[in-house]
Structures are given as C-alpha cells and as structure tokens.
C-alpha cells in the first residue's frame, strides 16, 4: 500500500519532472475517492535551498531522513553529471534495501545508476541520454524505446510526459485503477499508455563516411519511391555485389534493404506530419506499395499506425 511519498532533490533538479511528482503524488484528491498520500519533499539537508535548471531555487522541508520509512521514493530529472552526491546515494540504497520503490523521472535515472541500483536490471531513460545510460553503467540493460520500465522495486521512464504515465502507473499498481483515472481526469492526461510504447525518436539519418558509397546514398534518398536491388545499387556504385554489401554494413552498421525500410519510414513521417496525402499515397511516395505494408514497418520502427502517429504530430494551421 502506498501511504508516504519521498521527493529527493538535488542541484540541477528540472522544476517540470519534480512538477510532475508532486501533480501526482502531492495533491490531496481525497475528495475524489484517491487514499491520502503523504507527501515529502527532501534534499540533503531540510530548509537548504537547491538550484533549479531554470535559474530559480526550491527548498527542501525535509532531509534525507524523510526517505526513512517512504514507501516510494522518486528522483526527479537533474543535470547529468559525473559524481552525484555521496549522502543522496546512500539514501537511496539504504532505501532499496529496506524494501521501498524507487521511480526515476527522465533523467534522474543516472542517479539510480551511479548508486548502483540499475545493475543486471532493465530501465530506460530520455532517449537523447540512453547511450550515454548505457556507456556509464554497463551492467544495466537499458531499453531505448520504451515509455517506462517497472522493475518492481525499481521503476524508470524517459523524458517529460512519460513520468507521468510512470506514476500513473505506480498509483494504479498501488492504489488501484479508480484512483488513477481520477487523477487523471484531473491531470487532463490518458489515465494509461503502456509502458512498452515506443518513445517519439528523432532517428537521424545514418551517414557515410565512403566516398563511393555517399553518392549512392545521397541519389536512394531522392528515389525512395523506386524499386532498389543490392544488384543495380552495386552497379550504380561501380562494385561487386558482395563488396558493395560488406561496405555498406561497415559504414553504416547495417543492410542496404533495412537502410533503406528506416529511410522510407523517415519520410513517411515527414509526410504524415506536413502534408494531407492520404496513408495509401504516403506509402506508394515512399516506396512501400501499399498501406498495409507501411503499417506493418511503420508500427515496428516508430511503434504506432501511422494514423494515430498523424493525429499526435500532424502540423495543422493556427
């Protein structure tokens, strides 16, 4: 049952991510049938001041020894650094052995990490920040797609908005789903998007350092709509089948036709967003065919339909 819930900051802590900790879990929703909450708000020393990323302070009312009995501590997104400090470290791990949930907020995710507390588990991250995840603690298995990952005892999402369906979900698994959609409704958010969605990536085009490559690349770009074989590209390149696919891996760590699948998802995107073609020419503009096949590589690369993608992102007049 969750009765008591701990916030820890610390300097750099971002106002939106602790904002949304205390949207949820710091608001009395009693009226609303939501179990009261105790909310605490703790930082190294109580009534010591940490900076905020936007040039504004926030003052703690708590110490660390308001984690001491939390059932759930949440750790806001903060400025990514290389040493954390020591005493928030050791709360967290005195808590996690004691048996409390930890939730990180976007990035306060590497601050479970430099505890040691992501090690041999699965978590995630801001996209933007997952490599770095990854680099910095090896043992962990993070997950880049992802909205958040609920461990159990340890709970991590990506960036901003997936806190709150992070949270939202702590409260469901913890208070029910009445309560949750209440708090919802009052939020004006979905009381649930799964976990396992995938994140809105800004997948870069791979580039090409090989000088006989690039052209090719460049001209594939242009003609997305045509049909392409490793055979005609490899003329087109003036190699040999097999060299032209062994280079093409190299440079860019994968096959000419899956390449080519993102590339063509890519510009689906695009299309999506700015234009008002219609998903059946979408996908014959970008080489796929047929609506069903762009459904088909566009659920598994951006993980939604293409027109639900279209009603999130459409760019639509003022």
Known sequence: MLKTVAAVLIDGVAPFEFGVVCEVFGIDRTDEGVPPVEFRVCGE???????????????????????????????PAAGIRDHYPPAVLDA?????????????VCSGAFVLGAAGLLDGRECTTHWRHV??????????RVNPDVLFVDEGDIVTSAGTASGIDACLHIVRRELGSAAATAIARRMVVPPQRDGGQRQFVELPIP????????????????????????????????????????????????????????????HARR???????????????CGFGSAALLRHHFQRLVGVAPTDYRRTFANRPA
């Open 45 to 75: 020393a109580a009534g010591r001041s940490v900076a905020t990323g936007v040039g504004a302070r926030l003052t703690p009312e708590f110490g660390l020894d308001g984690l001491a009995d939390a059932d759930l501590v949440a750790v």
């Open 92 to 104: 967290l791990r005195t808590a996690n052995t004691r048996g409390a949930t930890l939730l990180s």
């Open 131 to 140: 490599a770095d995840l990854a680099e910095r603690f090896p043992q962990a």
């Open 207 to 266: 580039e090409c350092g090989s000088d006989s490559l690039e052209p090719v690349m460049r001209w594939l770009l242009e003609h997305l709509a045509d049909e392409h074989t490793v055979a005609d590209l490899a003329r087109r390149a003036g190699l040999s089948e097999r060299t032209f696919a062994r280079r093409f891996v190299a440079e860019t760590g994968t096959t000419p036709h899956k390449w080519l699948t993102t590339q063509r998802v890519l």
């Open 271 to 285: 299309l999506l967003e700015d234009t008002p073609m219609t998903v059946d020419e979408v996908a014959r503009e």
